[in-house]
Structures are given as structure tokens and as C-alpha cells.
């Protein structure tokens, strides 16, 4: 929250859009960042309540999630280290293979300059100078034999650059390669950590539904979740009224794509347990797959939040929203520019669901509406 705030103070800044403000603009902005700022804090202290009566378990699992999370995007970009590696040794390749075919060129245009001297060996240089007979056809020789001589200087010349560039390739590839499997050392390492913790995960899940097995105690933890996400959003709403920076969701109605390939579940508006209603669907995933941003947003909000995990929020103007939920890391940061299609989370299951799957909202205005009306 305090990310949030410091965030909004940017964006309502007019100086941070080349602008002087005048005294009036000065003060407007000053009333209105300190009406957010009391918003925030009487949001963040009820959301701080809540946090303190999380169990053990949850706490634990609210901890395992946020490193799987560093672990996980770790990983990533090791995997983006390794592809890019990998790329460099293969254009380093091409480029030995070219200096290699240009080097044997050289080697037999001198064979032919020196079989050519060779050829010609019946005049021999020492001979004609000792002898200098016919001295217009000795002056003829002389040049020639001194175009050869420096053309073979040349080649010379050029055979040693090429010799030593094809060496500083080969030993740019070996660096490469050392670099390659030592990336690969440290992504199976990463993997092996993320397996570990993923097992740990699974076992805190399953403690954590035995001690909710109770109704009433499920049906209490429905609506406290619900309602700590409603003041996520509702001050995410009051921080950015009057930021008209994104054009909002209206013209792309029903052109959108979902945030990830899977199978859509717990339809919106369905009921849950005690009453409470879906207020958006959940989409069945496999884990590590990409969760991506549904059209051009700013990121709002991005971290752990009790039943639905690794939240992010990205505002997309004029009032429309959209929530990401039970991701298994968060990418960008909170106040981070993002596009439509741009991958934003990796699919997990935080949050206490028991499979991998995004828990997916679309809100305008605050109010959720049904994302089959909007994505495609």
C-alpha cells in the first residue's frame, strides 16, 4: 500500500509530465494527495487486522509462495540468459565457419602466386641483374617481379589478421560454452529448489484444508477473503479517481483473449459457499504456463493476498480494472507499464487451491462483470 501511495504521488504530479503547476494546481494536488493518503492508511490498517489473524499455516504458506515466487522468476531469467547464450554461440559459430572458408581461400590464392614464381623460375632474379641484358625487357621483369613480391606480402599479410581473428572467435565460443554450462548448472539447481518447494507447497495445502474442513469456519474465511480483496480494490479506486491515463476497456468489448490457455470454471455470479458469489472465473492452467495482460495496463497492486495468493492488479483507464490471482510469480512491478498480450505472472496455485489455475476479474468502476462478456 505504501508502494500504491507513493506511486499515485507520482502519477498526480504535474510536474512529473514537464508542467510547472501554478499555487492553485499546487494546492489542488497537495488536498487531493492527502484525502488518498488518509484513504490508504484506514485501508491498509483494516487489511493489517485481517493479516494478523492469519494461522500458522497460512503464514507459512503465505512465505513458501513469496520465495517460490523469487525462485521461479529467478529461473526465468536464467532460461532468458541461456536462450540468449545460446543464440551468441551460434553466431560466433557462423562467423568461425566464414573466417575458417575465407583463410583456406587465402591459403590457395598465395599456392597459386608462389607456383606462378615458381613457373617462372627460368628468370632468375639474381641472373638478370648479373647479366642486364635487354634492359627495357629487364625493366619489364623487375616491376612485375616486384608486383608479385608485394602482392604475396599482401596475402601474407592478410592470412595473419584472418588467423588471428579466427582465433579470438574460437576462443569468444569457448567462453560462450563455459558460460552456457555453468547457466545450466544453475537453472538445474533452480529447478531443483522450485520442485522442493512446490512438494512443501502441496503439503502445506493439505494442512491448511484440514484445518478449514469446518463449514462455519470455511464460510467465515469465504467472506473475510472477499471482503480484503473489496478493500484492495476499493482503494486501489479511490487512489487512482481522477487519472484518466488509459482509455479503458469499452472499444475492445468481447475482442479480448483470456489470460491464459486453459479451461474456464466456476462460471461469475455462481454461488459459493455461504452465499457468497463468484465474482469472476477461475481458469485451470498448467503451472509455470504465462499469464498474460488482457489489454495496455499500469500495474496497481502486486502481492500476496489471504485465499487468493499472488495477486496483481493492472488499471487500464477510466475506470476499468483487471485482477490476476494464485499466480506462481508476479513479473512486473508495481507501477510498471504493461501491454496487452505481455506476459505478467507464471500460473501456480498460491493461495491455498489445490491446481494450478489464475483466478481472473474484470471491474468496471468497481463493480465486477461477468470476463465472458469481455474476452473471447
Given at each position: 500500500m505504501r508502494a500504491l501511495a507513493a506511486l499515485m504521488i507520482l502519477l498526480l504530479s504535474p510536474v512529473s509530465w514537464g508542467q510547472q503547476p501554478s499555487a492553485q494546481e499546487q494546492a489542488a494536488t497537495e488536498a487531493q494527495l492527502a484525502q488518498i493518503a488518509e484513504e490508504l492508511r484506514k485501508r491498509e490498517a483494516a487489511i493489517g487486522q485481517r493479516a494478523e489473524r492469519l494461522s500458522i499455516t497460512e503464514r507459512e504458506l503465505r512465505q513458501l509462495e513469496q520465495q517460490m515466487a523469487t525462485v521461479a522468476s529467478e529461473l526465468n531469467a536464467t532460461q532468458q540468459r541461456l536462450a540468449d547464450i545460446r543464440g551468441r554461440i551460434?553466431?560466433?559459430?557462423?562467423?568461425?565457419?566464414?573466417?575458417?572458408?575465407?583463410?583456406?581461400?587465402?591459403?590457395?590464392?598465395?599456392?597459386?602466386q608462389l607456383d606462378?614464381?615458381?613457373?617462372?623460375?627460368?628468370?632468375?632474379?639474381?641472373?638478370?641483374?648479373?647479366?642486364?641484358?635487354?634492359?627495357?625487357?629487364?625493366?619489364?621483369?623487375?616491376?612485375?617481379?616486384?608486383?608479385?613480391?608485394?602482392?604475396?606480402?599482401?596475402?601474407?599479410?592478410?592470412?595473419?589478421?584472418?588467423?588471428?581473428?579466427?582465433?579470438?572467435?574460437?576462443?569468444?565460443?569457448?567462453?560462450?560454452?563455459?558460460?552456457?554450462?555453468?547457466?545450466?548448472?544453475?537453472?538445474?539447481?533452480?529447478?531443483g529448489?522450485?520442485?522442493?518447494?512446490?512438494?512443501?507447497?502441496?503439503?502445506?495445502?493439505?494442512?491448511?484444508?484440514?484445518?478449514?474442513?469446518?463449514?462455519?469456519?470455511r464460510i467465515q474465511e469465504l467472506r473475510d477473503n472477499?471482503?480484503?480483496?473489496?478493500?484492495?480494490?476499493?482503494?486501489?479506486?479511490?487512489?487512482?479517481?481522477?487519472?484518466?491515463?488509459?482509455?479503458?476497456?469499452?472499444?475492445?468489448?468481447?475482442?479480448?483473449?483470456?489470460?491464459?490457455?486453459?479451461?474456464?470454471?466456476?462460471?461469475?455470479?455462481?454461488?459459493?459457499?455461504?452465499?457468497?458469489?463468484?465474482?469472476?472465473?477461475?481458469?485451470?492452467?498448467?503451472?509455470?504456463?504465462?499469464?498474460?495482460?488482457?489489454?495496455?495496463?499500469?500495474?496497481?497492486?502486486?502481492?500476496?493476498?489471504?485465499?487468493?495468493?499472488?495477486?496483481?492488479v493492472l488499471d487500464h483507464g477510466d475506470g476499468y480494472m483487471s485482477l490476476y490471482g494464485h499466480n506462481q510469480t508476479i513479473l512486473p512491478a508495481e507501477g510498471d507499464v504493461v501491454r496487452a498480450n505481455e506476459t505478467i505472472a507464471l500460473v501456480g496455485q498460491s493461495g491455498g487451491v489445490e491446481d494450478p489455475a489464475v483466478y481472473f476479474e474484470i471491474r468496471v468502476k468497481g463493480d465486477a462483470v461477468n470476463p465472458v462478456n469481455w474476452c473471447r
Amino acid at each position: 500500500m505504501r508502494a500504491l501511495a507513493a506511486l499515485m504521488i507520482l502519477l498526480l504530479s504535474p510536474v512529473s509530465w514537464g508542467q510547472q503547476p501554478s499555487a492553485q494546481e499546487q494546492a489542488a494536488t497537495e488536498a487531493q494527495l492527502a484525502q488518498i493518503a488518509e484513504e490508504l492508511r484506514k485501508r491498509e490498517a483494516a487489511i493489517g487486522q485481517r493479516a494478523e489473524r492469519l494461522s500458522i499455516t497460512e503464514r507459512e504458506l503465505r512465505q513458501l509462495e513469496q520465495q517460490m515466487a523469487t525462485v521461479a522468476s529467478e529461473l526465468n531469467a536464467t532460461q532468458q540468459r541461456l536462450a540468449d547464450i545460446r543464440g551468441r554461440i551460434n553466431d560466433l559459430q557462423q562467423q568461425e565457419q566464414e573466417l575458417t572458408a575465407q583463410l583456406n581461400d587465402q591459403r590457395k590464392l598465395l599456392e597459386k602466386q608462389l607456383d606462378m614464381a615458381y613457373r617462372m623460375g627460368e628468370h632468375d632474379y639474381l641472373k638478370l641483374i648479373l647479366k642486364q641484358q635487354e634492359p627495357a625487357k629487364f625493366e619489364r621483369l623487375l616491376g612485375y617481379y616486384g608486383y608479385l613480391n608485394r602482392a604475396r606480402l599482401q596475402e601474407l599479410d592478410d592470412i595473419r589478421v584472418t588467423q588471428e581473428q579466427l582465433t579470438q572467435v574460437q576462443a569468444d565460443v569457448a567462453d560462450q560454452q563455459q558460460q552456457l554450462a555453468q547457466r545450466e548448472q544453475q537453472q538445474r539447481q533452480q529447478q531443483g529448489v522450485l520442485k522442493a518447494q512446490q512438494a512443501d507447497q502441496q503439503q502445506l495445502v493439505k494442512r491448511l484444508q484440514r484445518e478449514q474442513s469446518a463449514d462455519q469456519k470455511r464460510i467465515q474465511e469465504l467472506r473475510d477473503n472477499q471482503e480484503a480483496l473489496e478493500q484492495v480494490l476499493a482503494a486501489i479506486r479511490a487512489a487512482q479517481r481522477d487519472e484518466p491515463r488509459l482509455a479503458g476497456l469499452t472499444e475492445r468489448k468481447g475482442k479480448m483473449s483470456w489470460p491464459a490457455d486453459g479451461k474456464v470454471e466456476r462460471l461469475f455470479g455462481r454461488q459459493r459457499s455461504g452465499g457468497v458469489t463468484w465474482k469472476g472465473v477461475v481458469i485451470k492452467a498448467d503451472a509455470g504456463d504465462s499469464v498474460k495482460a488482457i489489454a495496455d495496463g499500469r500495474v496497481l497492486f502486486a502481492n500476496w493476498l489471504r485465499g487468493y495468493g499472488l495477486v496483481i492488479v493492472l488499471d487500464h483507464g477510466d475506470g476499468y480494472m483487471s485482477l490476476y490471482g494464485h499466480n506462481q510469480t508476479i513479473l512486473p512491478a508495481e507501477g510498471d507499464v504493461v501491454r496487452a498480450n505481455e506476459t505478467i505472472a507464471l500460473v501456480g496455485q498460491s493461495g491455498g487451491v489445490e491446481d494450478p489455475a489464475v483466478y481472473f476479474e474484470i471491474r468496471v468502476k468497481g463493480d465486477a462483470v461477468n470476463p465472458v462478456n469481455w474476452c473471447r
